[in-house]
């Protein structure tokens, strides 16, 4: 099929990879490494087997009509690999350096389809990670084992120090009690993350970099509670197995479609519905600016940040979003924040 089979054989199977790819669900490291080798392929197809010579691109009636059905095919297929089944690969979460590569395939005139994918198949993922996780607890949380969470063997509380660094293994993430770590000790160490950060973490995950904030022993009861944070400049997305988020990549979407500045005028409508979109995804008002930060600064007008707060209440935010957004809005523009203010 690579040397001389047709684009459209060709297509069919780059169909039944990917189809093969999702269904391994694969988690960790295992899944960052099968996407490099997928995108890998892919690349190697559009550089190669799918490559148009840009002369003969701008040239529409160049060669014969047997000439022109096969280069139109080749300029067809390779828009469906990168469009379709890349972004389709994606969108579930992957490494920064994978939505880096699609970018640099994006097909000439492409750039807000390609983006428009990504956001929308991102956002999916979201909708349907928050109804399985609203529907049962247990997908991403460890039954308490018969003989409980104490681990035979393991360094005793009391020779654990605050400051150290240590690495571990989840053995518990769940909204009501956050995450926890094997990292050594006879007891689990409690990451300490923002509110919802929790999703990010899957029983199995390994994690390095973490270091020892709190050690707290009760002689009465003989509990003993170990809090653990993330050491600096680690990155949440990057160190949770793999797991960066289907909201990282719609963030790296926008923050990518919207880059140009020159061009983001012309894309404004299209750039204020992905990021209302993906603005609505955030549990907390504290994250409103790094939200606008996506879109680049400084907005083009007024009018801009009234769509953006319009476009983002439609969505039905958190109340919190909700609120930093009309804050910020009445920073500019009041009477248009009186409007909007539900």
């Given at each position: ?218 002689h009465k009861t003989g509990t003993a509670f170990i809090e653990l944070l993330l050491a600096p400049g680690a990155d949440a997305d990057a160190i949770a197995g793999g797991h960066a988020s289907a909201r990282a990549v719609a ?8 880059a140009p500045a020159e061009l983001r005028q012309a894309r404004q409508a299209t750039l204020t519905t992905l990021w209302a979109k993906t603005a609505a995804l955030e549990s907390d008002g504290s994250s409103f600016d790094a ?52």
């Open positions: 099929l690579l040397v001389g089979g047709s684009t459209r054989s060709l297509m069919a199977m780059v169909r039944v990879v990917v189809a093969r790819v999702l269904k391994m669900d694969l988690a960790g490291a295992e899944r960052d490494r099968m996407l490099a080798t997928v995108g890998g392929f892919f690349k190697h197809l559009l550089d190669d087997t799918l490559a148009v010579a840009q002369a003969v691109a701008r040239d529409v009636k160049h060669g014969d009509k047997e000439f022109e059905k096969d280069r139109n095919d080749r300029i067809t297929q390779g828009r469906e690999l990168v469009l379709t089944h890349w972004a389709g690969l994606l969108v579930r979460g992957c490494p920064e350096a994978e939505t880096d590569s699609i970018f640099a395939y994006c097909p000439e005139g492409h750039n807000m389809a390609l983006a428009t994918a990504l956001v929308d198949g991102a956002v999916e993922c979201e909708r349907r990670t928050a109804q399985a996780d609203s529907k049962s607890a247990a997908m991403r949380t460890q039954r308490r084992p018969d003989e409980g969470w104490a681990h035979t063997g393991g360094i005793p509380v009391e020779d654990v120090k605050v400051g150290s660094v240590v690495s571990g293994v989840v053995t518990n993430s769940s909204s009501g009690f956050g995450v926890f770590f094997d990292f050594g000790c006879v007891r689990d160490g409690k990451l300490n993350v923002p509110q919802g950060d929790w999703k990010k973490y899957h029983v199995g995950d390994h994690v390095d970099r973490m270091i020892v904030n709190k050690v707290d022993i009760s963030q790296r979407a926008i923050r990518w479609l919207a939200c606008l930060a996506l879109l680049g600064a400084p907005l083009s007008s007024p009018k801009d940040g009234v769509g953006l707060v319009d476009a983002l209440l439609k969505h039905e935010p958190c109340k919190s979003l909700a609120r930093a957004a009309l804050t910020w809005l009445g920073q500019q523009c009041p009477a248009d924040a009186v409007r909007l203010w539900p």
